[in-house]
């Protein structure tokens, strides 16, 4: 799920880049700092909408660079239990599918998908499809997804997600 | 929806728009909230029995279901009304007891005869009993989860090489994308699913299955939830029942299980006159109902020498009402076995007259002990149909006939040489007659 949050941050500003174009130099410094990072608390961090307040700088004793500490609003992407996403398929494997939301990869087993899906190791691409063919996922398949639990590792999130529910699967747009 | 039911405790049950109506509509219906019920309203009854149709076997849901019906009882009532043995109903109180479904009190009662019987007398605590359901659901629901959650974490991969274990978290991890493989993070080899650690294909819509084939049960938990009773109903006091009258209820409710519902009050517990029958009221009826229902062909005989149905009951009657006189008694039993004699020796060809002399004896002694007892109308009179029975009864055997080419002779008369000159379907009849004959002599 989306969310736009108020968050603060701390930059470190080496002395090389004081000067007129201080506070540019900060900003830009926070948005490659946090675009694209994750944290288990606050999930994924799309993009930095606004900067609110950049604080006093502090120098740091011993180092010489300077702290300022941030107000600013970002969004974040953060997938909960229970939560029904939509998804690109990476990779059509025996054991499963693995597919990705946007940031967020997503591992579907073999054993949380319809049993009328079978794996189709012979065609090219390999893909999981129904007896009669009237359903074929492969790569680059859009589908729809249940996340069925998340894991927190230091700077990344992984789902595991199910198929087995009604509306779930292959997407047609 | 249930998309982000992490907790869908049925305690923490918040009345929605819907359910205030259904709230608003019961407290107009008479029974205003806040006041204490002195009567089990149907939606508890209606719980008590889908909860004990739902998990218990059969006899459970039997007692439950009388309890219900009779607020309290005692062991030995149930017992009789539902024909169990009691050893087999007291275990099975003993489950529902411990389940804390039903609660007993001990009751020490005196008989008449000085004896001081104790009895269990069971009954349904509601609140308790709704209480018990609201947490076993509960339970029931938390374990569910749990076990699908499980199967998420549980091992579901394993090393080909070194035997490690994986989750289906790390296929992530594991998982090389050139290849399409998954690699061990120790040794490198592949990593393969793990049969034995298979999950169970159908814990996972087990939670919505759970939900929905206890949502009659939560709905009905919705109702109740605002009912509060008065402490006379939670616990209710034993009614002494007499024997007449229980035993007239328990028939009365047997006829009317059949065909009336729940619903009906039992008019018999609460409105009824104390009367204890010694027993003879009973006898009474059954023998009205005996001399009502013998017909004619059923008290006489068909075969020769056959002791009639009817003496004997006549006699086994006035036995019963001659309580006191024994000898009467006695004597009378002696007759029926002179007569029976009588009859058997006459078939065999004579006449003694001894035997018609004992007969005016008995006949003779009857009629003097006759006088002796006070209400001896009707049996005399049974006495004499006794005796027209008998004479009948002589009348009929010689009567028996058996034709030999056309000529009819009596059956005592037939010789082999009268057999030999028969015609065949003389012959059948004949030799039928016989056999009636000898197996009525051997009765």
Known sequence: ?173 | MHLFHTSNKITNFVPTSRDTRKYNMSSTAGKSDGELLTEIPDELKKLAKYVMRGFYPVEHVLIVDLLVRNVIMKDDDLAELLKFDKKQLRIMLNKLKNDKLLKSTLRVETQADGKTNRHNYYFINYKVFVNVVKYKLDKMRQKIESRERESTSKALYRCVNCDKQYNEYDTGDLMDFMTGEMKCTLCGAEVEEDETAAPEKDTYMQIALFNEQMRPLFDLLKEVEHIKLSPEVLEPTPVIVSDAVRAKQAGSQRGMAGWSGSNRPNYDLYNHEVTINMGGENKDSQENKEVKERPRWMVESTVDGAVTEKETTVGSMESKQTAGANSKSQKQDQGEIMRALLVHERKSGGKPNIVAAALSENESDESASDDDFPNSSSVTKRDERMEMDEVDDEEEEEEVMVSVRGQMLPFSEVTEHYVAEMTPEEKDIYIKLAQEAYAAMHD
């Open chain 1, 1 to 173: 799920m989306f969310f736009h949050v108020s968050l603060e941050h701390e930059v470190l500003l080496h002395p090389r880049y004081f000067g007129p174009n201080l506070l540019n130099t900060v900003k830009q410094k926070l948005f490659s700092e946090l675009e694209g990072t994750c944290t288990g608390k606050t999930g994924f961090v799309i993009a930095v909408t606004t900067i609110d307040n950049i604080g006093a700088g502090k120098v740091v004793p011993g180092t010489g660079f300077v702290k300022y500490p941030i107000k600013y609003k970002a969004i974040l992407f953060r997938p909960f239990k229970g939560e029904v996403v939509d998804a690109v398929v990476t990779q059509v494997n025996k054991v499963g599918i693995f597919t990705e939301v946007g940031p967020l990869s997503c591992f579907i087993s073999r054993h949380s998908i319809p049993a009328d899906m079978e794996f189709d190791p012979n065609s090219n691409p390999p893909c999981y499809k129904t007896k009669d063919e009237d359903i074929v996922i492969q790569q680059d398949d859009e589908i729809r997804l249940r996340i069925v639990g998340t894991r927190v590792d230091a700077a990344d999130i992984f789902a595991i997600g199910t198929l087995m529910d009604d509306y779930l699967g292959k997407l047609y747009t």
